[in-house]
């Protein structure tokens, strides 16, 4: 079945097969298709006074005390069912035209706001922004992690699945990956709100979150690593140092005999996956095999 006969046998209801609704929810846009359907659901018409209309109807079934034809109960609801349909319309042409989402898989991306904030998007990384409404709301929903240059102006957000983090005007990086959470701030003042609890960050400050638990850290850096193509560690835990190259050369990695707790530390590239593996594995006496996108490390 063609997409666009697939998308109108879902918006009239009509029962999908299960190979039709495996195929709908493929589809790039199957989760925009959801928000509008909830959405009309709750849609009101903003011009057309049913209440009022419906009262000015009893009151002329009572006068003329007599069963009207149904035609007359068609003819009088058509005016709220146009502007149920052309509300649904706008809204739809609208968040199709407005809502930006930028995905980033083994790569970076750089995204320049309409305010001229400029955002480095970091590998394995996503953010969605309301152009239209970005004047009256600057609000950006991420996943993954990214540089942020916010310009002055109204109150910034940037909302993960762990926190929010606002601004007015400032220089932070946001890292969310997985049950971790990190906020640096670089320059000016960054607030972050966890659950009910905000803490206020300053030009130098680092907020860890994990495990339930609030870190507050230091750095001199004036940028972020990965900024530069590198992702450096100091003694954090091997299987982290794996999940960062995972994320960055887009490969899965695999481990025999190797003990992922052991502390790390060090860097590596993010231009070339042999030196970036030859890297890490070289100080701890690890050996790899590249298999396509998959990625074996064994005890030399």
């Known amino acids: 079945m063609k997409k666009e006969d697939l998308i109108n046998k879902w918006l ?3 029962q999908l097969t299960k190979q039709e609704s495996e195929a709908f929810e493929k589809l790039d846009a199957y989760d925009s298709y959801v928000k509008i359907s909830e959405t009309a659901k709750k849609f009101s018409a903003p011009d057309y006074d049913t209440i009022s209309n419906l009262q000015n109807l009893t009151n002329d079934l009572s006068k003329k005390k007599q069963i009207p034809k149904r035609k007359s109960y068609i003819k009088r609801l ?3 069912a146009a502007i ?6 706008i ?3 609208f968040f199709k035209q407005y809502d930006t989402t930028i995905k980033t898989i083994s790569d970076k991306s750089t995204i320049n706001l309409p305010d001229d904030s400029m955002i480095r998007l970091n590998a394995t990384s996503s953010l969605t922004y309301n152009e239209k409404n970005w004047e009256s709301e600057r609000k950006i929903s991420l996943q993954g992690e990214a ?3 916010v310009a002055k102006g109204k109150k910034f957000d940037v909302h993960t699945p762990s926190g929010i983090v606002s601004v007015i005007g400032t220089r932070f990086n946001i890292k969310q990956r997985e049950n971790f959470f990190e906020v640096i701030c670089y320059e000016g003042v960054v607030s972050v709100t966890i659950g009910n609890e905000t803490k206020y960050l ?9 495990s339930n638990d609030i870190l507050n850290k230091k750095t001199i850096d004036r940028l972020p690593k990965w900024y530069d193509n590198k992702s450096s560690f100091y003694k954090v835990p091997f299987s982290k140092v794996l999940k960062e190259l995972e994320w960055q050369y887009g490969v899965t990695l695999q481990t025999k005999n190797i003990d992922t707790s052991i502390l790390f530390t060090g860097n590596f590239v993010h231009s070339d996956i042999e030196n970036a593996l030859k890297s890490v594995t070289i100080p701890m006496r690890i050996k790899y095999v590249i298999n396509n996108k998959t990625v074996t490390l064994s005890k030399e």
């Open 12 to 14: 009239n209801n009509e």
């Open 78 to 80: 058509f005016p709220i």
């Open 84 to 89: 149920f349909v052309i509300g649904i319309g």
């Open 91 to 93: 809204y739809f042409s």
């Open 147 to 149: 540089y942020f240059k």
């Open 202 to 210: 300053r030009a130098g400050d680092v907020l860890e979150y994990h």
